[in-house]
């Protein structure tokens, strides 16, 4: 499967570029955000999301570039369909982040438009319809699946990427752990079709997550957390192993569970800052990011950070051994 390695190759030099060339004209633009978490709130650049949704899409269009035109053996297995049709519902979504961060979207036409973007894996009937369900066994959704599983699912993953955000190198970071994880089960699993897109994900988080990383130079936005959040769910729908998606989102389920006792609040969620360190507002946790602050008594942004994606690491684990090294798999 080294082949594959050039789509991880092609979108992490291809978002790495994309990053050098947007930061400064971004700035120059006055596109750019206050670090809510730093003293003096000083300013960021916004939307790096568009160089991880360039990067990605170079790394996707080489490969099917490569089965297309040198018709390569090792790549006969891909279906490049379903990649065109993944691609259209990744850009389609980013573009609605992209409209976000500029003009700004209400919350309840972000849960429902990215439903209309997965038209074209809804006409595909991309995935099967039979699911493995706990203490039930297999089940087929029949038409259930393409009209409601998919959309739900692709809307859902694509929010909760988008919560649990705020910190430096946080989103970037988080996604790189569970779309690394997603890409060895899809190894192993022998779906290369969802390896490919995978792969040509974490090639553009690890050159995003450079930039993203604490001290951010570039905030990667709505139109790179909806992204990241897109690329799981059609990856795992694509792939047939859904039950990975899930686990690998578990942490942004649980942030989002707390944010709705809050009722989604669109202030207020990040950390205080105090002698270099966040604390959890007296108002109390809103979010995942401010209960870690409450229960540790404050800690550093960095510090913060990694144990989220501490957290990430031990979801990504799970879903790893649960199809690699369980009996539980389907």
């Known amino acids: 499967m080294s082949i594959y390695w050039v789509t991880l190759l092609v979108s992490g030099i291809s978002a790495f570029v994309l990053l050098r060339v947007l930061i400064p004209r971004l700035v120059q633009a006055g596109i750019v955000g206050k670090d809510m978490n730093k003293p003096g709130q000083p300013p960021v650049a916004e939307m790096g999301g568009l160089g991880l949704v360039g990067g990605f899409g170079a790394g996707v269009l080489t490969l099917i570039a490569l089965r297309t035109f040198f018709k390569i053996e090792a790549l006969a297995t891909v279906s490049t369909t379903e990649l065109l049709a993944v691609l259209t519902t990744v850009l389609t979504i980013a573009l609605i982040g992209l409209i976000d961060d500029l003009i700004g979207v209400h919350q309840g036409w972000k849960a429902i ?195 989220l994606i501490g957290l990430e690491a031990l979801c990504a684990l799970g879903a790893i051994w649960f199809y690699l090294g369980s009996r539980l798999a389907p």
Request: hydrophobic residues 55%.
């Open 113 to 307: 438009i990215p439903a209309l973007a997965t038209v074209p894996l809804i006409v595909l009937e991309v995935g099967q319809h039979t699911l493995l369900l706990p203490f039930i066994g297999a089940v087929d959704f029949g038409v259930f699946y393409p009209l409601v599983l998919v959309p739900v699912g692709v809307t859902g993953a694509a929010n909760a990427f988008n919560m649990l955000a705020g910190f430096n190198g946080l989103e970037a970071g988080l996604g790189a752990v569970a779309v690394g994880a997603l890409a060895i089960i899809a190894a192993h699993l022998g779906e290369v079709t969802s390896l490919t897109l995978l792969l040509a994900a974490l090639g553009a988080l690890l050159a995003t997550l450079f930039f993203n990383w604490y001290p951010a130079k570039v905030f990667i936005g709505d139109v790179g957390t909806l992204t990241i959040g897109t690329v799981i769910a059609a990856a795992v729908i694509v792939g047939n192993f859904e039950w990975a998606g899930v686990l690998v989102i578990l942490p942004h389920t649980l942030d989002f569970l707390l944010k709705a006792r809050k009722r989604f609040p669109s202030t207020g969620w990040w950390g205080e800052y105090r002698d270099g360190k966040l604390y959890c507002p007296e108002h109390g946790p809103v979010g995942l990011a401010q209960l870690i602050l409450k229960l540790t008594g404050g800690v550093h942004e960095r510090t913060l950070v990694l144990i």
